[in-house]
């Protein structure tokens, strides 16, 4: 057991998807994986290990914000072993060409900063998805028909961000959109050598101001995990 963690040694497999949302790690292991079991749940973040075609896999919630994520991803990593960890989640459109529904897959993702700058101080390191996933989950949602975006997504600790022209240079540097956590598990599983990836659907558009309706969050979250398990065993 870890400061935040409940689980057992051995409950925890090499392979791990987070969405930030517990709920939605409870609804992908119920949905995905078989023989779905509780190996977590302090402070109510639930964590679940089963297998997917034989393989076994962890859905584990990460929270909201790069300082929750940063904390399961180190203890995931450092204390239970895991080699392979895969944000699902939702991010905002920066950019025309990319719509509401769509895939992205963060090649790379910018920040203002990230729980590692103290131990960065004055570098400016380029947090990178590993390229094996990337390439595999590129592949694995073209097999299932679904257009993914591959490019520099932004990892912001706002939700309610107050400065547009932030939003404004980003968009016209190539940004595809805005999420919060990715480039904190990129630093992380860089820095202790594990493969890390983020896949994003868009559910809201900064540009156009429309929002992926309720009745569909299921649906494309559903996609995602797909994309995540197909590359992750790839
Ligand atoms: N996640 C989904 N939409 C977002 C937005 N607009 N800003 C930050 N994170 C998000």
């Known amino acids: 057991m870890t400061v935040h963690i409940g689980a057992q040694p051995g409950d925890i497999a090499p392979t791990v998807l987070m969405p930030g949302d517990p709920y939605r790690a409870r609804w992908a292991a119920e949905t995905f994986l078989k023989?779905?079991?509780?190996?977590?749940?302090?402070?109510?973040?639930?964590?679940?290990?089963?297998t997917w075609n034989g393989n076994p896999v962890t859905i584990h919630g990460s929270g909201m914000g790069m300082p929750s994520l940063s904390i399961y991803a180190n203890e995931l990593i450092r204390d239970y072993g895991a080699k392979t960890l895969i944000r699902v989640g939702s991010a905002g459109a920066m950019q025309d060409h990319v719509k509401?529904?769509?895939?992205?897959l963060a090649q790379t993702a910018t920040t203002l900063s990230t729980p590692s700058a103290g131990i960065f101080r004055e570098l400016n390191f380029a947090p990178c998805a590993d390229f094996g996933l990337l390439a595999a989950a590129h592949r694995v949602a073209g097999d299932k028909g679904i257009t993914t975006h591959v490019g520099n997504i932004y990892s912001s600790d706002v939700f309610y961000d107050e400065r547009p022209d932030l939003t404004e240079i980003m968009t016209r540097h190539?940004?595809?959109c805005v999420e919060m956590?990715?480039?904190?598990?990129?630093?992380?599983?860089?820095?202790?050598?594990?493969?890390?990836?983020?896949?994003?659907?868009?559910?809201?558009?900064?540009?156009?101001?429309?929002?992926?309706?309720?009745?569909?969050r299921e649906r494309s979250f559903g996609e995602m995990i797909e994309i995540a398990l197909g590359a992750a065993f790839a």
């Open 174 to 176: 190539g940004v595809l």
């Open 100 to 104: 509401i529904r769509d895939v992205v």
């Open 35 to 50: 023989d779905a079991r509780l190996v977590n749940e302090v402070r109510g973040m639930l964590g679940y290990t089963g």
């Open 181 to 216: 956590e990715a480039a904190e598990l990129y630093n992380v599983c860089a820095r202790h050598g594990a493969r890390a990836l983020a896949v994003l659907t868009i559910s809201d558009h900064l540009i156009t101001h429309e929002a992926l309706p309720s009745s569909e």
